[in-house]
């Protein structure tokens, strides 16, 4: 099914790199995940396809099980494929050791979880430079006086999280995830745990990061208004891309999931 719409101590690691698409941030090619075997396997991933741009924010929605969190787990490298390639850039990361794979969301991948995964005992600021202290380095003060304007985080700095709200707990996840400048942000469930107007407030700081501040966000939801939010929505269903919503709108989106829930053979959308 294809639906298309348009609406308003060890050697230095090594690593594969085949040239990528222009402004591309991440891509997949022929990626599957396949779990158990005989009666038991299941097929999570199913040789996808599929390139995401660099400086735009995409949205990845599905049913349940459609295997939108394996796709972007494989993705960030936070689990290894059976099959196929993933690429950071013009990096391999599917062949990578966890070494390599350690460095790389290091240096060049950001998260940001349903859960926030602050260190309760840490400063709002101090969560957010974490990441550059573990890799022995300090932050860039006019990029992190850029992300605390942008988030408006100024005023809670010294607050542990807490002493802050949900929507503020995210909003520091997010500087974290946004600190070392990484060449793209994975963002899973980001809004799961907050309420409509917490949840508002974060998509409206991602969709900022990436139109003022020039990054990419790659984003699983399962909220079709959250998913509004983005510049685009690729669909899932049974480990296959199923669609591609560019501009989307919450109709749209909606309109896209109930085509996957009801149509078996082959059909376009517009």
Known sequence: MDLTTTSPKSEPPTTVTTPAGPATAVRARSLTKVYGTGEAEVRAL???DVDFAAGAFTA???????GKSTLMHLLAG????TSGTAYVGDTEITSMDDRSLTRLRRDRVGFVFQSFNLLPMFTAEQNITLPLELAGTTADPAWLETLVTTLSLADRLTHRPSELSGGQQQR????RALIAKPDVVFADEPTGNLDSRAG??????LRRSVRELGRTVIMVTHDPSAAAYADRV???ADGRIA??????????VLAGLDALRSLDEPATVR
């Open 172 to 175: 520091v996840a997010i500087a």
């Open 234 to 236: 690729v669909l899932i």
């Open 60 to 66: 990845i929605m599905g049913p349940s099980g459609s």
């Open 46 to 48: 199913d040789a996808v």
């Open 200 to 205: 508002a407030q974060v998509l409206s700081f």
């Open 243 to 252: 669609g591609d919503i560019t501009d989307p709108t919450p109709e749209s």
């Open 78 to 81: 936070l689990d290894s494929a």
